[in-house]
């Protein structure tokens, strides 16, 4: 093969040394110890220049490996190689699909530069970033371990010398679970240096590419972007806690308190872009909720009675209408398969086993809006006071009342009033999340119904206030929540923390998460649920 194919481009003189020279006037490239001999024909005349101030275009072709005295000037899509005019003509690439090589070329060299950018701007930025918050825990780490210590020495000092054996067992374990715990995160650091790595030897690979015209170099090039795109998956080690309980010198060893193991949690991150997976066409005028049964199928409820069974091609699986023949106000669906839902004229929560539908709640003064089905099989409803002086959440177990959160420990209302609805979902950590539309805010409380947060929208905010409708939350405990008037959903974490947004969406209303985290969201004014892959 001619040496001009091979990765390093050579001189065209002696063909064994890297070229670094071209001569403009003669069309040849020179190695450095090649120029002098060239300028020794002193028949012809010169114009030596660094070969990276050269910018005249000149085609590299590749020697057909073939037929050794024709230049490759097409490209074969289907073999995916260079060929000659023999080639083409031999019949062998009949109804192959064929480029000009020097499109092919272009075409390659964009796709790479492109590549090249995404690492550079988007890819390798994130891995940087991974790194510095293993490297600020790794700092924080001897800060945190050294306050367990200082608290198993202050333990020590109130008991006396029997107990100190017991004081040096624990530092040790402090320290032994200390060194588990770095070396979790220096396997986990090495293993994002290690990736950083790989991406800057594919830039410089990917630059000496664009540095060059020969084509079955290019051509051979394979992106490896999307593997690097797959972020590695981060790490969450719980810090262990030392107890200290009340001495007891009967049980020394017991009372002392014992570490903790420690608790690693892998913590998937957010895609860099959100994937639009699948689009469901569900027919309604205005589409209200979405809930999962299993990952490929949904229940919908819309501006009409019935309630619609869809899969992700949009085919109707099975329908139902309300008992009443009024339209359902929310719809949830239970462990066990089950459809649950609201009907706010009659003022009652009904749910749907083997196709027959029973009312488990007739409410009193109060009508019931949105509804979701939790972890330990109950349901939480959100409801308002028929004066609409009041809004609660109420959770049920079966027909049966458990608990109402309506005031903070002060007594002032969580909610606020009037007939506006507050949508609802229960996160992994059992915090309550309610999206209050008409405070145009998000209320989270922890199970015992103690306030945790208030969110009122990303501060970047500016044209636009936050408007509040559907929420649910996911496997992470993100909470995720729509944006109906700006189009958007608003993803945070368990504390309230601003994330990132999913954009492009139309009026988006009802959502919820299947057991893989993907995301089903309700257009109101399309009609459409849209899954999204986002985690």
Same mark, same amino acid.
């Given at each position: 093969?001619?040496?001009?194919?091979?990765?390093?481009?050579?001189?065209?003189?002696?063909?064994?040394?890297?070229?670094?020279?071209?001569?403009?006037?003669?069309?040849?490239?020179?190695?450095?110890?090649?120029?002098?001999?060239?300028?020794?024909?002193?028949?012809?005349?010169?114009?030596?220049?660094?070969?990276?101030?050269?910018?005249?275009?000149?085609?590299?072709?590749?020697?057909?490996?073939?037929?050794?005295?024709?230049?490759?000037?097409?490209?074969?899509?289907?073999?995916?190689?260079?060929?000659?005019?023999?080639?083409?003509?031999?019949?062998?690439?009949?109804?192959?699909?064929?480029?000009?090589?020097?499109?092919?070329?272009?075409?390659?060299?964009?796709?790479?530069?492109?590549?090249?950018?995404?690492?550079?701007?988007?890819?390798?930025?994130?891995?940087?970033?991974?790194?510095?918050?293993?490297?600020?825990?790794?700092?924080?780490?001897?800060?945190?371990?050294?306050?367990?210590?200082?608290?198993?020495?202050?333990?020590?000092?109130?008991?006396?010398?029997?107990?100190?054996?017991?004081? &040096?067992? /624990?530092?040790?374990?402090? #320290? !032994?679970?200390? $060194?588990?715990?770095?070396?979790?995160?220096? +396997?986990?650091? %090495?293993?994002?240096?290690?990736?950083?790595?790989?991406?800057?030897?594919?830039?410089?690979?990917?630059?000496?590419?664009?540095?060059?015209?020969?084509?079955?170099?290019?051509?051979?090039?394979?992106?490896?972007?999307?593997?690097?795109?797959?972020?590695?998956?981060?790490?969450?080690?719980?810090?262990?806690?030392?107890?200290?309980?009340?001495?007891?010198?009967?049980?020394?060893?017991?009372?002392?308190?014992?570490?903790?193991?420690?608790?690693?949690?892998?913590?998937?991150?957010?895609?860099?872009?959100?994937?639009?997976?699948?689009?469901?066409?569900?027919?309604?005028?205005?589409?209200? &909720?979405? /809930?999962?049964?299993?990952? #490929? !199928?949904?229940? $919908?409820?819309?501006?009409?009675?019935?309630? +619609?069974?869809? %899969?992700?091609?949009?085919?109707?699986?099975?329908?139902?209408?309300?008992?009443?023949?009024?339209?359902?106000?929310?719809?949830?669906?239970?462990?066990?398969?089950?459809?649950?839902?609201?009907?706010?004229?009659?003022?009652?929560?009904?749910?749907?086993?083997?196709?027959?539908?029973?009312?488990?709640?007739?409410?009193?003064?109060?009508?019931?809006?949105?509804?979701?089905?939790?972890?330990?099989?109950?349901?939480?409803?959100?409801?308002?006071?028929?004066?609409?002086?009041?809004?609660?959440?109420?959770?049920?177990?079966?027909?049966?009342?458990?608990?109402?959160?309506?005031?903070?420990?002060?007594? /002032?209302?969580?909610?606020?009033?009037?007939?506006?609805?507050?949508?609802?979902?229960?996160?992994?950590?059992?915090?309550?999340?309610?999206?209050?539309?008409?405070?145009?805010?998000?209320?989270?409380?922890?199970?015992?119904?103690?306030?945790?947060?208030?969110?009122?929208?990303?501060?970047?905010?500016?044209?636009?206030?936050?408007?509040?409708?559907?929420?649910?939350?996911?496997?992470?405990?993100?909470?995720?929540?729509?944006?109906?008037?700006?189009?958007?959903?608003?993803?945070?974490?368990?504390?309230?923390?601003?994330?990132?947004?999913?954009?492009?969406?139309?009026?988006?209303?009802?959502?919820?998460?299947?057991?893989?985290?993907?995301?089903?969201?309700?257009?109101?004014?399309?009609?459409?649920?849209?899954?999204?892959?986002?985690?």
């Amino acid at each position: 093969m001619d040496p001009r194919a091979q990765y390093v481009l050579l001189c065209d003189l002696c063909e064994s040394d890297p070229l670094q020279y071209c001569c403009e006037h003669c069309d040849i490239n020179l190695c450095t110890d090649c120029v002098s001999k060239h300028l020794s024909d002193s028949s012809k005349k010169h114009n030596v220049m660094p070969y990276h101030l050269h910018r005249k275009f000149i085609p590299r072709y590749s020697i057909c490996v073939k037929h050794a005295d024709k230049d490759c000037e097409m490209y074969c899509e289907k073999c995916v190689l260079p060929v000659c005019s023999i080639c083409v003509t031999s019949g062998k690439h009949e109804g192959h699909r064929l480029t000009d090589v020097l499109e092919k070329l272009g075409f390659e060299k964009q796709s790479l530069k492109k590549d090249l950018e995404e690492l550079k701007t988007r890819i390798y930025p994130r891995y940087e970033e991974m790194a510095s918050d293993v490297q600020s825990e790794k700092a924080e780490l001897e800060t945190n371990y050294g306050n367990m210590t200082t608290a198993a020495d202050q333990q020590g000092d109130v008991w006396h010398r029997e107990v100190n054996a017991i004081v &040096s067992q /624990r530092k040790s374990d402090i #320290e !032994e679970t200390k $060194t588990k715990h770095m070396a979790l995160l220096e +396997k986990h650091s %090495n293993e994002i240096t290690h990736r950083m790595t790989e991406i800057k030897q594919v830039i410089l690979e990917m630059k000496n590419i664009l540095g060059t015209n020969d084509i079955s170099l290019t051509s051979t090039y394979k992106s490896r972007n999307d593997e690097f795109n797959k972020l590695p998956s981060k790490i969450k080690v719980t810090l262990p806690s030392l107890s200290t309980p009340t001495i007891n010198t009967e049980k020394l060893n017991e009372m002392f308190g014992s570490l903790s193991s420690l608790s690693v949690i892998t913590v998937r991150p957010l895609l860099a872009e959100p994937r639009y997976t699948a689009t469901i066409k569900t027919g309604y005028y205005r589409l209200l &909720s979405v /809930r999962c049964l299993i990952d #490929e !199928e949904v229940w $919908t409820c819309g501006d009409n009675k019935t309630m +619609k069974l869809l %899969n992700l091609q949009s085919k109707l699986l099975a329908s139902l209408q309300t008992k009443s023949g009024n339209l359902p106000t929310d719809i949830a669906v239970t462990r066990d398969g089950d459809l649950v839902y609201t009907d706010y004229h009659n003022k009652t929560v009904n749910l749907v086993k083997n196709k027959k539908i029973r009312t488990v709640v007739i409410l009193q003064d109060w009508t019931p809006f949105y509804i979701c089905s939790i972890s330990s099989d109950d349901v939480l409803v959100t409801m308002v006071s028929d004066d609409g002086k009041q809004s609660k959440v109420v959770r049920y177990s079966g027909s049966t009342e458990k608990q109402t959160i309506q005031f903070d420990d002060q007594d /002032r209302p969580f909610y606020s009033f009037g007939y506006y609805p507050h949508y609802i979902s229960e996160n992994r950590n059992l915090n309550i999340c309610v999206a209050d539309s008409s405070a145009k805010e998000l209320v989270v409380v922890d199970q015992s119904g103690k306030l945790r947060f208030r969110y009122s929208g990303h501060p970047s905010n500016t044209k636009q206030s936050f408007d509040p409708r559907g929420i649910t939350t996911d496997s992470q405990s993100h909470i995720l929540t729509t944006d109906h008037s700006n189009h958007r959903i608003h993803i945070l974490d368990q504390d309230g923390e601003f994330l990132r947004y999913i954009q492009n969406l139309e009026h988006p209303y009802g959502l919820c998460v299947d057991i893989r985290d993907n995301l089903f969201v309700a257009e109101h004014h399309t009609g459409k649920v849209k899954k999204i892959k986002y985690i």
